[in-house]
């Protein structure tokens, strides 16, 4: 099948991600069909289409005209899979991320879609490859990874499962760029993909900061906001939210390393039921939507260079395992995928590899995680070298 072959996708599951999914696909000129189980979902998911290519017309950036091509013609809804899936030459899963709610979705959608279609999962979190196993033919079943929210961040990761064609990737890939996103292969099915991985090990160490309570979580924000960070590390994870943060966390401790385990903070903060933003209290106070955060002063303790070598660290890790097949997919990954300034190669280009790796000798050692020790690449700079 050719990218010009596809006409009709079918979106499964209309939650956060399978409205945004199926609104980009829309636009793109694609027939689309969202099937939900109850019908109260999809209309909440066509109304939420809707205000959003509302917001689109009212910028001046979508004419009248389309909006009503796209909401009347172009996608439409249903409650059977079967009538989903009808025809359509690319399916795409967005239902919650329990493993076997996936392999049940994928068994029937592999008995049901046409024998050429395409199948591709919306998985954070999981194995590609084991969600795979389930259908009939896996060379055309692969990862297809959008970012939240899907209509305004511009990454996909497209991810290889132990059986995928470089047809089924590629043709993803060319379909991602029709709906005006950037498509970035991921050649390894490991955890966190590329951009969930880079951001771990920081998210291991502000556990790390929060238990150890030497350093403020205050002091480490505002000095990130005086740089010009929008959101800073404390606060996004009161936003996402606490629970969320450890069961990413937990993930990773069962995944990657047992140094991953969330700490005894956070989970205290669970049991209060302090979770950040949506209850009003996490790490800090949240007012009308605004994290309270007082202004402590400084710290020289922990400064944005440690999370930044922490994250280039990692980027070497993930070139080393051959998960990205470039530094400047891994680099366009973390700047279209998490909105970042810049991607880990770029900032670290015209830094000394020695400051690299005194700064995450310092933070392995003062927190007790060896898995941020530098990489030989960061030792001798030939991190520098890595294309
Ligand atoms: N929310 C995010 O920030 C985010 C980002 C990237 C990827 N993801 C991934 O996208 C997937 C969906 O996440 P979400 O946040 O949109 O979840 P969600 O809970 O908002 O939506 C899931 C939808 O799937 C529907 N559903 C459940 N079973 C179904 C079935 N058998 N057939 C059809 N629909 C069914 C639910 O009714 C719900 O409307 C998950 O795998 C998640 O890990 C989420």
Request: hydrophobic content about 45%; aromatic content about 6%; overall charge negative.
């Amino acid at each position: 099948m050719k990218s010009d072959d596809v006409k009709k996708i079918a979106i499964i599951g209309s939650g956060a991600m399978g409205h945004g999914i199926a609104q980009v696909c829309a636009s793109a000129g694609y027939g689309v069909v969202m099937k939900d189980i109850k019908q109260e979902f999809l209309d909440s998911a066509m109304a939420k289409v809707r205000e959003s290519l509302e917001m689109l017309v009212s910028k001046g950036k979508l004419s009248a005209d389309d909006l009503d091509v796209i909401m009347s013609k172009r996608l439409v809804t249903t409650l059977s899979t079967e009538e989903a899936v009808k025809d359509a030459q690319i399916v795409i899963e967005a239902v919650p991320e329990v493993m076997e709610l996936k392999k049940k979705v994928f068994a029937e959608l592999s008995e049901l879609a046409d024998a050429g279609a395409i199948l591709a999962t919306n998985t954070s979190t999981m194995s590609v490859s084991e969600i795979g196993r389930v259908v009939k033919n896996p060379a055309r079943f692969a990862g297809m990874h959008f970012f939240n929210p899907v209509n305004r961040m511009k990454l996909v990761e497209v991810i290889y499962g132990e059986s995928t064609s470089s047809d089924t990737v590629d043709l993803i890939c060319e379909v991602s760029v029709k709906c005006d996103k950037l498509p970035v292969k991921v050649l390894k099915d490991r955890p966190g993909f590329i951009v969930n991985r880079i951001n771990a090990p920081n998210q291991a160490l502000l556990s790390a900061i929060l238990d150890e309570g030497k350093v403020k979580p205050e002091q480490v924000d505002m000095k990130m906001k005086k740089l010009g960070v929008k959101m800073a590390p404390f606060e996004t994870a009161d936003f996402v939210g606490l629970d969320v943060f450890c069961h990413t966390l937990a993930y990773y401790e069962s995944t990657l390393s047992p140094q991953y385990r969330p700490g005894k903070f956070l989970e205290d903060k669970i049991k209060r039921n302090e979770l950040g933003m949506k209850t009003g209290q996490g790490i800090y106070k949240w007012v009308d939507g605004k994290a309270q955060i007082a202004d402590l002063g400084d710290t020289d303790a922990i400064t944005p260079v440690h999370f930044m070598a922490v994250q280039v660290n990692e980027a070497v890790k993930v070139m080393k395992e051959g998960v990205a097949s470039s530094a400047k997919d891994v680099d366009d990954g973390v700047k279209f995928g998490m909105n970042a300034f810049a991607g880990p190669f770029a900032l670290a280009a015209g830094m000394q590899p020695q400051q690299l790796a005194d700064a995450l000798n310092y933070v392995a050692q003062r927190f007790g995680l060896e898995m941020l020790k530098p990489e030989p690449e960061i030792v001798d700079g030939s991190y520098k070298n890595m294309k």
